[in-house]
């Protein structure tokens, strides 16, 4: 007999499946009009050689700045719940709840190298642009770096076999994984940049 043992999960869904709906337009001009008059955050990206555009280290009110976040902050706030429960965590008296959320703007030869969000618990991304010829997200296997004299996996191992998961969410969908997976953005081989909204939940 063998069993599944310690598995990682990661939500799928579209981020309109629960109440409020997000205007898929608006919320796109209001990406890039934020990327277009946040100067601390176009400063942050080019001292730290940034690709493209984050409001990561620059902004930290989005949903009080514009309307349209703070419905996908009330959607979100559904999918982590629904997320939650399938992880079967034990809250206690406490919640999770949004601690940070910010916006992606990635050009051609961009890249997000592999990283943690360390002190949250859930992290995730809802998707604005994304441009044929570019990958979503690709997780890591957690056990990578104990796996020590392991031999590689067969190229038509079984899913929750494989080494790594490229992730390919369409416009509008949502990925919750829990914040120690380990993940990163492949470089976009899209003449068009590849837009998305970032976000942490931590225990309240």
């Known amino acids: 007999m063998i069993k599944t043992l310690f598995a990682t999960r990661l939500y799928h869904a579209a981020l309109s499946e629960h109440d409020p709906k997000v205007d898929a337009d608006e919320l796109t001009a209001s990406c890039y009009a934020i990327a277009e008059d946040d100067e601390a955050g176009q400063d942050w990206c080019e001292a730290q050689g940034f690709p493209g555009y984050t409001s990561y280290a620059s902004l930290t009110d989005l949903p009080w700045r514009f309307p349209i976040f703070a419905d996908v902050v009330k959607a979100l706030d559904a999918h982590v719940a629904a997320f939650a429960k399938e992880c079967h965590f034990d809250l206690g008296d406490k919640v999770l709840k949004l601690d940070s959320i910010w916006i992606n703007i990635l050009p051609e030869g961009g890249i997000h ?81 590849r837009v998305s909204v970032s976000f942490n939940y931590g225990w309240e």
Do not use: C
Not at 118 to 135: D, F, K, Q, R, W
Not at 164 to 185: C, I, K, N, Q, T
């Open 113 to 193: 190298t592999g990283h943690i969000h360390p002190h949250s618990v859930i992290s995730g991304t809802t998707y604005v642009a994304l441009p044929e010829g570019t990958n979503a997200l690709k997780l890591e296997d957690p056990r990578l770096a104990m796996m020590m004299a392991a031999p590689t996996r067969l190229k038509d191992a079984p899913e929750d076999l494989q080494t790594f998961h490229y992730a390919r969410p369409a416009v509008g969908d949502v990925l919750l994984w829990e914040s120690w997976l380990r993940h990163e953005v492949p470089m976009n081989m899209s003449e068009d940049e």
